[in-house]
């Protein structure tokens, strides 16, 4: 067993300013590949996502996480303020709602959503046919995923309401409707500055989700100048939402058309989670590496 000499504490303001020009370099190494001017004067700067990220409040499982998902990137590239009212689609066990809740602040509002857990007795969901993809037969040649029973386990809104005892997350709301549907009625008609819809886009296309649907839904909520961000798992060109169930990826260019169908201006992608190396030919790459990862920003006129 090896031991280590014992260290006098290191005081807290010394690790603080570390944080903030941890961050500081971190966003500088990987800046967006073009950035959008934000309709905020009070935009969060970089010290103020250290500081957020460096809240005692969020927990161990959540900072492991950023490691791979570079919360300070993601946020300044989003160009959050306090006061903002936003949307987070698909919020899972809720990192990004948490993360968005401490940005706008107590005078904000961040909204998670989640889907209506599936009724139990019903009959299973028919497999849906593989769409968007250059190459059908190809597609319909790739073998189903395995059936596998859905462990048991605390559901999106429960994790919301979790977070949400933390005084910094305590303007998290859960909302639970279904993908076509996803907007509350009291912020269905422009009310919402942001949405952000994180790694789950392509689960749209296996689920059978009217992605039309979703997205103009997802339009009207915005404000005129609101923020749209999506980030996903890069597919291969051609392959479009195809291999959404199997891989779990979808193509970049065929969210963007997707996406502008709805109305939307492509205002600003950005680099940080790319992987050039990644062969993009299995959920998980072979050799191990990070997926290549996309992050796009639009606008709504």
């Known amino acids: 067993m090896l ?17 903030v020009a941890a961050a500081a370099l971190s966003l500088c190494a990987c800046a967006p590949l073009a950035t959008a001017p934000s309709t905020h004067a009070n935009t969060l700067s970089t010290q103020q996502i250290a500081l957020l990220l460096a809240s005692p409040e969020r927990s161990a499982a959540d900072r492991n996480n950023d490691l791979r998902r570079k919360p300070a990137q993601m946020l300044a590239f989003m160009g959050l303020a306090p006061g903002m009212q936003v949307l987070d689609l698909s919020t899972g066990g809720g990192y990004t709602t948490e993360l968005l809740a401490r940005a706008v602040g107590p005078t904000g509002k961040a909204y998670g959503q ?115 961000v999506i980030a996903d798992h890069a597919g291969r060109p051609g392959t479009g939402i195809s291999e959404a169930g199997t891989l779990h990826r979808v193509e970049e260019a065929f969210v963007r058309q997707e996406v502008m169908a709805a109305g939307f201006k492509l205002a600003a992608q950005a680099d940080f989670l790319r992987n050039p190396n990644d062969p993009r030919d299995k959920n998980t790459p072979e050799p191990a590496q990070p997926k290549d990862e996309f992050v796009l920003k639009f606008v709504k006129p």
């Open 3 to 19: 031991t280590h000499p014992v260290r006098a504490p290191i005081p807290a303001r010394r690790v603080l300013h570390a944080l």
């Open 114 to 228: 989640s889907a209506p857990p599936r009724d139990p007795n019903s009959a299973p969901r028919a497999p849906v046919a593989p769409e968007g993809n250059a190459n059908p037969n190809a597609a319909a040649a790739m073998p189903a995923p395995p059936a596998v029973p859905t462990p048991v386990r605390r559901s999106s809104a429960q994790a919301l309401a979790e977070r949400a005892k933390n005084p910094g997350a305590a303007n998290i709301v859960s909302v639970v409707r279904s993908f076509d549907d996803p907007v509350p009625p009291e912020l269905a008609q422009a009310r919402l500055d942001l949405v952000s819809f994180m790694f789950n886009y392509h689960d749209m296309g296996h689920m059978g989700v009217d992605r039309a649907k979703l997205n103009a839904a997802v339009f009207a909520a915005l404000k005129s100048g609101g923020i749209y």
